[in-house]
């Protein structure tokens, strides 16, 4: 029997992680396998004993996330597969009370992303300011631009993304980090991840890909997607032959007054 018989709140959950991967495969950003996604499901799984399919021992332990339960995609698997069947082609994990090691809790077992040291780092660390869902991706848009040294500094690529389009500003209220290159999938990635979090609300990995944090899967979306949509303004203006202006320092500050944003960098 699947984890989702009458569990119409799981069910739900996994209807929006199946729209969000549909949008990654139809907007090109995760070819074959490319990209991930995790959600915090705590709430939708019912307490109490389920027999685990499969156990595993993690590298190291998230504290704050003993006895939560996620939904992740599996390794290897087609973002284009998980928007048609998300428990088919992913897992609902459960760390032990320790967190030093998950249960495969449903529906089959599956291998979580190869990414989930990052994940699992991220959900621990943000885990009290309402962080849900963790999505990465790679958009060719913004990855693009990871390959031009000067957006590598610190603050450089962020705010010339902002100051694209307003909505950048808005809807990106924290920013755009950057994150050195590391190895796919390893803990030093993880780390730099986080390190990057802590002032910003999605990070870019150098030459890989993007990597966003929210509360909500649709919104966590939205976010790169209007990153993507700065990152295209500025490709479209060179392409055309001009560097694009740019909005200015001022008119920025006068969108985070307004909207009550926090200034940069916190
Ligand atoms: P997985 O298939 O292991 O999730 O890897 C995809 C990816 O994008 C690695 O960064
Ligand atoms: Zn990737």
């Known amino acids: 029997m699947s984890i989702l018989e009458n569990n119409e709140k799981l069910s739900s959950a996994m209807a929006d992680i ?5 949008y990654l495969w139809t907007k090109g950003w995760a070819e074959r396998n490319g990209g991930n996604i995790s959600v915090n499901v705590t709430e939708f799984i019912t ?9 595993v021992t993690l590298p190291r332990r998230f504290p704050a996330l003993g006895g939560d339960a996620f939904y992740v995609t599996g390794t ?7 928007a048609k069947a998300p428990l088919q082609h992913g897992a609902i994990i459960r ?3 320790d967190a030093g090691a998950y249960d495969i809790i449903a529906d089959r ?7 989930l040291p990052s994940h699992l780092a991220i959900h621990d660390f943000a885990r009290a300011g309402g962080a849900k869902v963790v999505c990465h991706t790679h958009p060719t848009d913004l990855i693009a631009l990871t390959h031009r040294r000067e957006f590598l500094q610190p603050r450089v690529l962020g705010r010339m993304l902002w100051s694209m389009i307003p909505e950048a500003r808005i809807v990106v209220p924290r920013g755009v980090g950057i994150v050195p290159y590391h190895l ?16 910003h609300d999605v ?6 890909g993007c990597l ?25 203006a060179r392409l055309a032959g001009f560097e694009p202006e740019g909005m200015s320092n001022d008119e920025l500050e006068e969108i985070r007054r307004v909207f009550n944003l926090l200034p940069e960098g916190n």
Request: aromatic content about 4%; glycine content about 6%.
């Open 76 to 82: 290897g698997k087609r973002m284009r597969d998980v």
């Open 203 to 208: 990070v870019m990995w150098e030459k890989h």
């Open 18 to 22: 199946a729209e969000v991967a549909g």
């Open 212 to 236: 966003a944090v929210g509360a909500d899967i649709i919104d966590t979306f939205d976010m790169i997607d209007t990153l993507s949509k700065a990152a295209q303004i500025y490709l479209s």
């Open 95 to 97: 760390l032990h009370p």
């Open 47 to 55: 307490p109490g004993a389920i027999t685990p399919l499969s156990t």
């Open 109 to 115: 077992i599956i291998a979580p992303t190869s990414e």
């Open 184 to 199: 796919p999938g390893s803990l030093e990635l993880a780390d730099a991840t986080i390190a990057a979090l802590d002032s």
